[in-house]
């Protein structure tokens, strides 16, 4: 065990120099594929084919009826929810919150939980933060602020204003909510299907797709789509929901070859820095069980150099070379591994 530390520590530290790959020849990711950043076109094609996506307080009414969800102390009505900003169904499933994760700041900072979840567990328009290592946290919420770290596709909304919060909040505001989300085991929920086919789908403003009523497919083609488990999971902000991912037929398996070798020297096996579970290594993050469309934004973004920084540019060489259809795979193995007990 000791020796096999030691290898992956090795490998670690030499891996940028050692396993350096030539620049690219050939074919180039240019575009950011626009279904991974949850918008329907090419980045640069005219706004008017852009469909306006239903914003998120249309998507359902209020009857009077209390809501609650299985297992939940907590019951209300739509009207209470959205007063009540920050829903806490399970407490019990996290640590106490510190104020800036709760409450966030006003005016400048949101309740992480607004987009991210109680437990981090995150929406496809975000990400999972929940379970990241402190270093990791703390380094990235810098690059946020210093610009290192943008996204590619300047339309994705969200990611400009995670940038002005983390901006806006002190040294120790970042150090809690890294320590508080830090704390919390990481539990994938996301339920992959392997298909032709995807439900046809309108996008909300949150950057999400949803399910059109009426059970029409459309052919999924060259992307991964995911979606919230049901409406409701999203609109309630349910922790203990699933994202449910449609990924092309075979690409769980062709992903598996890159991610756990390295694809024929089309990258570097993933394991060696992110752990032979995957699961992060020291201040390395995991990368099992996250959310696919973030995972292959993640991979293009650094690819096409909206995200930089010392510990972005390791990945430098694993990237230079991915087609997008190797990040679908790639994406699509690291969500199929099951990780922790949902309840
Ligand atoms: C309006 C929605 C929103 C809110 C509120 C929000 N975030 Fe984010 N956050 C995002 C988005 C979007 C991303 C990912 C951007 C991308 O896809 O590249 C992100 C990414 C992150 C990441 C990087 C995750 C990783 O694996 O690298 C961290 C850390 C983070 N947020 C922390 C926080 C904290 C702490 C708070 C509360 C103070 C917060 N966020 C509030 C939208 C939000
Ligand atoms: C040479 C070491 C190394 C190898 C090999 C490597 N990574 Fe990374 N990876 C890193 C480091 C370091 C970071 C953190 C980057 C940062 O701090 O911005 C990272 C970050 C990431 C992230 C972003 C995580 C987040 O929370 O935002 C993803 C996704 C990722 N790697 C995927 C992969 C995949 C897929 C592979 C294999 C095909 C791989 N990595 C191989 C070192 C590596």
Redo the contacts with the bound molecule.
Sequence with gaps: MRIRVWRLALALFLAPASFAIPPQQGKTNRVPPPWAYGLKTPLGSPPSDEPIPTPTDKLAVDDGRAISLPGSPVSLTLTQMRNQGILDWYPDDHPKMPE??AQ?RKPD????P???YTNGKGDP?????EA?PYDY?VQ??EDFRTGLRK?ADPR?S??P??IK?AKA?TDDE?KE?AKY?GAIPLISRIEVIESKTVPKTRLVAAGLYFPLPGNETEPLGNRLIEMPETPEAFIYKNPRSNAVVYVPVGSIKKGERLVMDDGDGRTIACIYCHGPDLLGLGRI?GIAGRLPG?VV??LF?MQNGARTGTWADMMKPVVEKLTIDDMITIAAYLCSRKIGDAQ
């Design positions: 800036i994760v966030g900072v949101l309740a992480c607004a987009c991210h328009a975000n990400a999972t933060i990241l946290f990235t919420m996204s994705k969200n990611t204003n995670m919060y909040m970042i909510s989300y993050p973030y934004r993640q973004d």
